[in-house]
């Protein structure tokens, strides 16, 4: 079993609908959980950051944490073709900074207009 | 927010010459960074880890005589393909944490290599 997994998609929606990307993951010492946004051809520009289980909003965009599942989820309300993009889930262990994220493949969306 | 500048954001390199690629961090000292490689359509795959005023660690599988990592200061880390191959044409991406580990990794924007 992969350390995290992700759906690669691709995942195609209506503008204004509702999308839920989604993660699991299997190793339970995961505390730091973020969401990271990649255009074609750039590097990933950091969404959401949320330590330990809970939620977090930021305007359209839901981050949720089930510690107890090991699940992660991102939620992005009224979506914008301008939202199309790769999005990764990431986590990391407590440390001093030296630990590398473990990331999921990354979930294609596209919002069609 | 902290920002990470990486440069060039492409290149294109003869068969058997080297190319170097720079990531500076502009508002926080990165003690720390990493050193990605992402194929089309695919995630990234981390290559090595690189500390200030140390050695890099790389990972399995990474020639750490063909991809030179220095870390010289908390601003600066450096990349280096060396004798570039077309199997090396890739996306490079790095990525550092500020010395506090209270943020996300901050991204650079990428480098895209092709060696012909």
């Known amino acids: 079993q992969k350390e995290v997994e992700q759906d690669p998609g691709p995942l195609s929606v209506p503008e204004g609908a509702i999308v839920s990307l989604n993660c699991t993951y299997s190793?339970?010492?995961?505390?730091?959980f973020m969401w990271y946004r990649q255009y074609s051809r750039k590097g990933p520009e950091l969404l959401m950051y949320?330590?330990?289980?809970g939620n977090k909003e930021d305007g359209r965009f839901t981050a949720q944490v089930d510690k107890s599942s090991k699940y992660i989820s991102l939620f992005i309300r009224d979506s914008q073709p301008s939202d199309s993009a790769t999005y990764l889930c990431?986590?990391?262990?407590?440390?001093?900074?030296?630990?590398?994220?473990?990331f999921g493949k990354g979930t294609r969306l596209s919002v069609i207009a | 927010g902290a920002v990470v500048s990486q440069h060039p954001s492409r290149v294109i390199c003869k068969s058997g010459t080297s190319v170097k690629i720079e990531c500076r961090s502009l508002?926080?000292?990165?003690?720390?960074m990493f050193w990605y490689r992402q194929f089309p359509k695919k995630s990234l795959m981390l290559m090595a880890t690189?500390?200030?005023?140390?050695?890099?660690?790389?990972e399995q599988g990474v020639e750490k005589d063909k991809f030179l990592i220095n870390h010289a200061s908390l601003t600066l880390s450096t990349l280096t393909v060396t004798s570039a191959h077309p199997e090396d044409s890739s996306f490079y991406i790095c990525?550092?944490?500020?010395?506090?580990?209270?943020?996300?990794?901050?991204f650079g924007s990428g480098t895209r290599l092709t060696v012909v």
């Open positions: 990525s550092a944490r500020d010395r506090q580990g209270e943020s996300g990794y901050t």
């Open positions: 190793n339970s010492a995961f505390q730091y």
């Open positions: 949320t330590y330990s289980s």
């Open positions: 990431a986590m990391s262990r407590p440390d001093s900074g030296n630990t590398p994220l473990v």
């Open positions: 508002d926080f000292q990165a003690t720390t």
């Open positions: 690189s500390n200030e005023g140390s050695k890099a660690t790389y």
